[in-house]
């Protein structure tokens, strides 16, 4: 059984007696922890899942992700055009940058955070989809409902660069 301490959500682990504790949430205090001390970044709570990448290679941050098929809810892959988005990679992943397939890891569920966008331009306001390149956003190609329950990423930022950049978003993927 899993005993040890919980590790910060700015780094991964590979021990695999984390393996009994995936699908644990945890809540944290939206800050930058990529420096020496923490900065608080906005009031918002960010809450977390911990899961397993088995994309087969590594994870960036502020990657868009899916449920990998048969592991819903432990198991994730970088997510493509027409797959719903079920969290985050944290944007301020230090250990290496990036995290290895087989590694556990806190994925962003819900809450403010920055997300991978693709090359297309993002407005503030924009609700964001998974893009046809693998973990990264782009615009909603068309609005949603009035009515619809919106999952994904609606941007706080603009990002008219024309390349892929990270911008803030408040993230709703809860299960």
Known sequence: MFQGTAFPINTYETDSSLAEAVGM???WADEDRSKQFAVKNSAFPVRTILVQNSSGGALTPGMALKWAAGYYGTKVQAATNGVPICGFVPASIQTAATIPTGAYFWMIVHGPTSVLKSAADVA????L??????????TEATAPAANKLVRGATAWAADASGGTALVRAMVDCRL
């Open 25 to 27: 949430t945890r809540d």
């Open 124 to 127: 503030e306001g924009d609700q």
């Open 129 to 138: 989809e998974a893009s046809a390149t693998a973990g990264y956003c782009k």
